[in-house]
């Protein structure tokens, strides 16, 4: 059982660059976020999506864009790559009800040089 | 606006002594609270939640966490502490009012266990 699946592991980009952040998951969930984790920071809502075809800004959208064309799939799009965007990304899944936890893959450690 | 504290940046704890996190929460509701473990390298694992009930709830590995409305609080507990639960741990609670179900998390503790 797969669970959360992201890729790149790790990615090194030059500023002005752009790059899409994979997600994949087979629960069947409808809902799914991404997140970014920076040190001391915990982790702050960039993107989320309650289905397919519909998503929403979070807390930190900027620079940042997604499409959920399917209920697997959830990628996260850089287009201006910027040394603040280097950091630790998390996607995860969610049942959908306040209850459930979130599901997280392993991570995209990026960073912007 | 809902919102996280968890004051302890980090703690060290000695292998076998009993272990508390602090957190503290601000939110209008009931709240859907959660502690999620993060070990090096990987995302976050849930250890326990709480969302109604019996307010001293169980998790795995050993922790367990108490609810105090009053307090606004959901601190982390455990008995006697392992070499293996050094890694960062998250408080977190879920917004179920304005749709998403968006998670909102602490800071995060780093727990260091010396030997």
């Known amino acids: 059982n797969a669970g959360v699946t992201q890729t790149p592991k790790f990615r090194i980009l030059k500023i002005g660059q752009s790059m899409t952040l994979q997600c994949t998951q087979d629960?069947?969930?409808?809902?799914m976020y991404w997140y970014r984790q920076d040190p001391g920071m915990g982790l702050k809502l960039i993107y989320y999506?309650?289905?397919?075809?519909?998503?929403d800004k979070g807390e930190v959208p900027n620079g940042y864009n997604v499409s959920r064309s399917t209920t697997e799939d959830f990628p996260l799009r850089l287009e201006l790559a910027a040394p603040s965007q280097t950091s630790v990304y998390f996607c995860?899944?969610?049942?959908?009800?306040?209850?459930?936890?979130?599901?997280f893959g392993n991570g995209t450690r990026l960073t912007v040089t | 606006a809902q919102s996280v504290t968890q004051p302890d940046i980090h703690i060290t704890v000695s292998e076998g002594a009993s272990l508390e996190l602090r957190c503290n929460y601000s939110?209008?509701?009931?709240?859907?609270l959660f502690w999620y473990v993060q070990s090096p390298g990987q995302g976050l694992q849930l250890l326990l939640k709480?969302?109604?009930?019996?307010?001293l709830v169980q998790g795995i590995k050993g922790f367990e966490a108490e609810f105090k409305r009053s307090q606004s609080s959901f601190n982390l507990r455990k008995p006697s502490v392992h070499w293996s639960d050094a890694a960062e741990y998250f408080c977190?609670?879920?917004?179920?009012?304005?749709?998403?179900?968006?998670?909102?998390f602490g800071a995060g503790t780093r727990l260091f266990v010396k030997a």
């Open positions: 709480y969302f109604s009930g019996d307010t």
């Open positions: 995860a899944s969610h049942l959908g009800r306040g209850n459930s936890p979130l599901h």
């Open positions: 999506s309650v289905g397919a075809g519909i998503t």
């Open positions: 629960m069947n969930h409808n809902y």
């Open positions: 977190a609670v879920v917004d179920a009012n304005t749709g998403g179900f968006k998670t909102i």
């Open positions: 939110y209008g509701a009931t709240p859907y």
